[in-house]
């Protein structure tokens, strides 16, 4: 008897499959103090519990078949990308275009009490999906450019190959949004520690997981 079974999805000849790490946790932010900087942005480390997502990621992709894994220009990247790194004998590279939204006037850590205190910039930023109502941050339209253009260079480089990438929330969201197509803050809120999945073809994004957490610890 003849059969046709359904189609399984499977990466096209010649695609990157990249696996979108967001970096663990990272240390609270304390009213008046900055987190120590790099080109202007804050660079905490990682908080214990982020330390802790750092090692279940790399658990769960242990015995996956990662030809590379790349981090950004910000420690906590590179704190959770090591348990990883040292499963499977990879040095982590930097990819520089993937770093986070730069925040302009509210980085180091400032962001996050007007964030909580629903200031006004920030009420518009969400409400008309823009980044750019942050004083002195990065546009959406800038953010969305550099982070595609540093995915476009990893896939390039890694065809018919699974890589990783530790990255921050605001470059999963972004990356997702130019994707699909979708408002430029739908992804917006990927859990630390979670792994979204995105195929690129060449100048095809195929979006196949987002917000994986089901390795975190409880």
Do not use: C
Not at 44 to 61: D, F
Not at 114 to 129: H, L
Not at 184 to 208: C, K, P, Q, W, Y
């Amino acid at each position: 008897m003849e059969e046709a079974r359904q189609h399984k999805f499977a990466p096209p000849k010649g695609a990157a499959d990249l696996l979108l790490i967001r970096h663990g946790e990272t240390q609270a932010a304390v009213r008046g103090q900055s987190f120590a900087m790099v080109d202007g942005q804050g660079d905490p480390a990682l908080h214990p519990v982020g330390e802790a997502q750092a090692v279940a990621v790399g658990h769960r992709l242990r015995a996956e078949p990662i030809s590379a894994i790349y981090v950004t220009k910000m420690q906590r990247t590179h704190q959770t990308a090591a348990p990883l790194a040292d499963h499977l004998g990879l040095t982590p590279r930097v990819e520089r275009d993937l770093h986070e939204i730069f925040l302009g006037d509210w980085d180091g850590g400032e962001y996050r009490f007007r964030a909580a205190e629903n200031d006004p910039a920030y009420v518009r930023a969400k409400t008309r999906q823009e980044w750019g109502e942050i004083p002195g941050a990065e546009t959406t339209a800038e953010l969305q450019a550099r982070v595609r253009a540093g995915l476009m260079r990893i896939a390039q480089a890694h065809v018919d190959e699974l890589v990783a990438v530790v990255v921050h929330g605001g470059v999963i969201g972004a990356a997702l949004a130019v994707a699909t197509g979708a408002p430029a803050f739908t992804f917006h809120g990927a859990e630390n520690g979670s792994i979204s999945r995105l195929v690129i073809s060449g100048d095809r994004m195929i979006l196949r997981g987002f917000n994986d957490v089901s390795h975190l610890p409880a």
